[in-house]
């Protein structure tokens, strides 16, 4: 399997890019190869020598960045040599199995959707992240691609997040939620209560009706459904009030004893270890014909080792095969799209 | 003062609620007159003695109860001798001055708008809540009163909980955020673009542009705007978050040594009580023609305690006047409502 991946995405870019591929390579097959895209000149001194290399790592020169706060579809017209556009070119041209960044979303998102096109029946893409919750992984979909969702959008996540969870978490039958704002049915803006009009039509979906916010974290659902908008901003709330939660735990902790501070370090690391995104290496981009990760823009060598891992498979089990086939035969369409 | 509260709201009603009441007499004044409304056969017994009973305390009969999950608009409808009827009838007469339920948010806020009627120049309320962060409350606004919002209604949101903040937080100028899925300009759905230009064009307003979910723990605003939608998912799905941390710690310490886990326990506490929506009371339903609050519906005699004295503070601040002061004064229109 030939994995390409954007040296230059991320806060933490090319440093601890180069290093997760590294650390990846022992885990990988010896037929599976690791493509660097980016600056050349940047990234070839920070590799070991071709001699003492292990594994097959190449570099595939782009000399442009497309910074994080870019607007994305007009950084992708300008930068048409950035590593995130020669990356989906890549893909495109069947170049290379799967693209991996960490950098920015909306553009990886805009040049991945343009080039490598949507899955046969898939109407729009959608991001799927897993939330490492307390009673068991949660994936989310959308959490920002599509912020203009339609009905049939929703319930394709719901197929998609449903595939992926099944294969890729070993969840036999995945409860699915939709996320809302209140659990009876007459609950929710339009588009949320004809969305599950469509998931409630299929009897292969094990939907659980409307979630609320706090569902996520209750182990009522494997799955969480939302729009884009709403999806984005549960991520980042997320990640923003777990920050914040263990920040005020450290401050807590410095007015005690150092002794008894100490003590507590590990307890704190063992949660903070459970529910930490990078286990889970970064985002899928659901729907898109081609294997597609985005991460986080923090992420370390680490998110990066387990976004390879994770692209490897997502890959080989298949996962785009699936969806293609469940989509072929559901009878649950509209024509609102 | 004469404040009138729902006896039959909430998990915990009528015990916690009549509680809640008693505790708030001594911090209110002689002239306070609490008016507690449900059915009066079962409120009486639990008061003490007319005799040994402190300030004013008077019950008004409604025999009718809307559970939790019934459906606003049609409960209203069927039981017009509710509490929550029969204090929105009783607000609509003047009969009293503010009105707080910990019952069913939707039946709360269709009742209270369809009785009191909103405010001059306010298009439609928005529940706003006190979200009691690390670097200080933050104002969200809306929760869930409107999931259907135009860009001037969420321009409103912010004018009326600047005001809010600034009397009854002490903010002198608040810091307003837009919720969105990036700072850029260019982000987010067509409302909150066409929103952003709306505050932005009210110099009056300390507009920090867009904001994400993580900022609200960040404090990079005292405000955050948004949809009903997005604001009701942010609130619940904070609630859950904290609640799942706190249960993941406490089982992490329940596999520590007794002596270790009893240490830390004050240390959590502490910790609990800074994040603990129970100090604010209630949420207030801004841009309603008189003072309305709705309490969570696990609210504990403390919460309605804190709800009556936020009422008490809401309406002697003249808040409402304020609102209709700068609405009435502001350039800033649309013809979309």
């Known amino acids: 399997m030939r994995i390409a991946i954007d040296a230059m995405g991320g806060d933490n870019a090319p440093g601890e890019i180069i290093s997760g591929v590294l650390e ?4 990988l097959d010896d037929i599976d190869e690791m493509i660097i895209v980016g600056p050349q000149d940047i990234i070839e001194p920070q590799l070991p020598s071709e001699k003492s290399r292990k594994g097959s790592i190449s570099v595939v020169h782009a000399p442009q960045v497309i910074d994080m706060d870019e607007q994305p579809v007009e950084s992708l017209r300008n930068k048409r040599k950035s590593s995130i556009a020669v990356m989906a070119k890549m893909a495109k041209l069947h170049q290379v199995d799967a693209v991996i960044s960490a950098g ?8 991945f959707q343009m080039r490598m096109r949507n899955l046969p029946g898939v109407n729009r893409p959608g991001i799927a992240v897993v939330f490492p919750t307390f009673e068991g992984p949660v994936t989310i979909c959308d959490v920002g691609a599509n912020i203009a969702c339609k009905p049939i959008n929703l319930y394709q996540y719901g197929v998609m997040a449903k595939i992926y969870s099944k294969h890729l978490h070993g969840i036999e039958n995945p409860r699915i939620g ?4 209140g659990q009876e049915d007459a609950k929710g803006n339009e588009i949320v209560k004809k969305a ?3 998931i409630k039509s299929d009897p292969k979906m094990n939907f659980v009706g409307n979630i609320e916010g706090r569902d996520i974290f209750k182990g009522v659902c494997d799955i969480a459904v939302c729009d884009g908008f709403v999806g984005n901003v549960i991520l980042k709330l997320t990640e923003g009030l777990v920050d914040g939660l263990f920040k005020a735990i450290k401050h807590e902790l410095s007015t005690e004893k150092l002794r008894l501070a100490m003590k507590f370090k590990p307890v704190i690391k063992r949660i903070y270890k459970k529910y930490d995104y990078n286990e889970y290496g970064g985002a899928l981009l659901l729907g898109i014909n081609g294997t597609a990760l985005i991460c986080h823009g923090s992420s370390k060598s680490r998110t990066i080792k387990n976004a390879i891992l994770a692209s490897k498979n997502f890959y080989t089990k298949k996962i785009n095969d699936k969806i293609i086939e469940y989509l072929s035969q559901t009878s649950v369409r509209t024509d609102d799209e």
Chains 1, 2 share one sequence.
């Not at 920015?104 to 040049?111: I, K, L, Q, R, Y």
């Not at 939709?178 to 704002?181: C, G, P, T, V």
């Open 104 to 111: 920015n979303t909306g553009a990886c998102v805009a040049a």
């Open 24 to 27: 990846s390579i022992d885990l």
């Open 178 to 181: 939709l996320m809302s704002i």
């Open 196 to 198: 599950r009009g469509l």
